[in-house]
């Protein structure tokens, strides 16, 4: 079984900066996609970012040129590099590992953009 272990979250003021881990019991080097997910308080569980392939990432727009993903395949983990913080950006944040067509969550970790 995969496990993922988000870490990171935390409580930051607008503007601020948080990296976001997630670490996965398995070796990554071949699973694709991986991805990073938001939940906002009362809301679905939304994309935020998604590495489908070597070289071929996606971002949501409302955090396109604030966000970056990335990986440590050496690490068997995967990161979400959030700047520019906003209120909105609020919520838990989870990770995401397609293993055999099944998909993976870690249990989410929580990020808090207040004053």
């Known amino acids: 079984q995969v496990q993922l272990v988000e870490s990171g979250g935390g409580l930051v003021q607008p503007g601020g900066s948080l990296r976001l881990s997630c670490v996965v019991s398995?070796?990554?080097?071949?699973?694709?996609?991986m991805g990073w997910y938001h939940q906002a308080p009362g809301k679905q569980r939304e994309l935020v970012a998604i590495?489908?392939?070597?070289?071929?990432?996606n971002y949501a727009v409302s955090v396109k040129g604030r966000f970056t993903i990335s990986r440590d395949n050496a690490k068997n983990t995967m990161y979400l590099q959030m700047n520019s913080l906003k209120p909105e950006d609020t919520g838990v944040y989870y990770c995401l590992a397609v293993v055999g067509g099944y998909n993976n969550w870690g249990q989410g970790t929580q990020v808090t953009v207040s004053s």
């Open positions: 590495i489908r392939s070597p070289g071929l990432t």
């Open positions: 398995v070796n990554i080097f071949s699973i694709y996609p």
